[in-house]
């Protein structure tokens, strides 16, 4: 991950919030453009098969309806995976999408992530989504409006989407399990700090990760659930926000690392799975 952020990613992360009311104007060519400078192969981590489509409302005659949840967008992002590999390409969309939103979030724009409420007829074609794919992601993009609506209040309140777990209940120290508070992740709070305010599906937070000196473990935690979840889960959408937001916290803490799709082998819940790991870089003397 190399992106050019005005401000600081820590910066980011708090200015960030899923804007649901535009203003009713086209957004700039080249900011847009920008935007989507994180959607091709050379950042497809997981290897999954996905694609990216700026859908204009003006440009195409499908009347794009989202249930009253977006007002006056006029352009929207299309994330579509292989159904190959469901699992990676719903890792490999939110882990790339969000670099999308941290870039719009930077440069004024705001974004929402819509998961499910939309027509989804309406966007497969405008997407062109064809029969061995699936739309998983529609992302209204677009200059922010006024005031939040009702429903945008209504909404933020379900999802409880001011509030974030505290350090202790998502970060543990890999070799005993203890949880992690801010002060006690040294080098690692500024990267850990950015995960906690990651955007995910009606704020569950379902990451958990496992801290030793060198290395960090991505876990999805399902929770009461026995067996791993399916491989067209949302939550793995969620995880690709958490591991975006991670990388680019540790490239603003000057942390160098790699991810790793190798499990650690560290001592874990039965109800976690893992989904990577990033190494931290050894200096040669």
């Keep these: 991950m190399q992106l050019d952020f005005q401000h600081d990613v820590s910066e980011l992360a708090v200015m960030r919030r899923s804007v649901r ?25 997981f290897g999954a098969e996905t694609r990216y489509t700026a859908v204009h409302v003006k440009q195409t005659p499908i009347k794009l309806g989202t249930y009253g949840m977006v007002h006056g967008a006029k352009t929207f992002l299309t994330a579509v995976t292989s159904k190959k590999d469901l699992r990676a390409g719903f ?10 939103v941290l870039l719009a979030t930077d440069c004024g724009l705001g974004a929402c992530w819509l998961g499910g409420t ?15 794919e699936q739309l998983v992601i529609v992302l209204p993009i677009g200059y922010p409006g ?11 309140g379900a999802a ?23 002060q006690a992740a040294g080098a ?17 937070q379902p990451w958990r990760l496992l801290l030793s000196q060198t290395s960090v473990a991505f876990y999805l935690d399902r929770g009461k659930e026995q067996a791993n979840a399916a491989e067209s889960d949302i939550r793995y959408v969620d ?23 190798q499990n650690p082998g560290f001592s874990a819940p039965a109800s976690y799975e893992f989904i990577a790991a990033w190494k931290l870089s050894q200096n040669k003397s």
């Design 188 to 204: 690692f709070s500024v990267p850990l700090s950015c995960v906690r305010l990651a955007p995910s599906a009606v704020n569950k």
């Design 118 to 132: 939309f027509d989804k007829t309406a966007f497969w074609q405008a997407s062109g989504t064809g029969d061995g």
């Design 91 to 100: 890792l490999q969309i939110g882990y790339q999408m969000e670099q999308a």
């Design 146 to 156: 006024g005031k939040m609506r009702l429903l945008e209040h209504i909404v933020r």
């Design 239 to 261: 995880l690709g926000i958490a591991m975006c937001h991670f990388e680019a916290g540790a490239l603003q803490a000057g942390l160098s690392g790699s991810w790793d799709f």
């Design 160 to 182: 409880g989407s001011a509030n974030r777990k505290p350090f202790e209940k998502l970060f543990f120290n890999a070799e005993n399990g203890t949880p992690l508070s801010e």
């Design 21 to 45: 009311t535009f203003q009713p104007r086209d957004v700039d060519a080249q900011a847009l453009d920008a935007c989507m400078v994180p959607l091709t192969s050379e950042t497809a981590l």
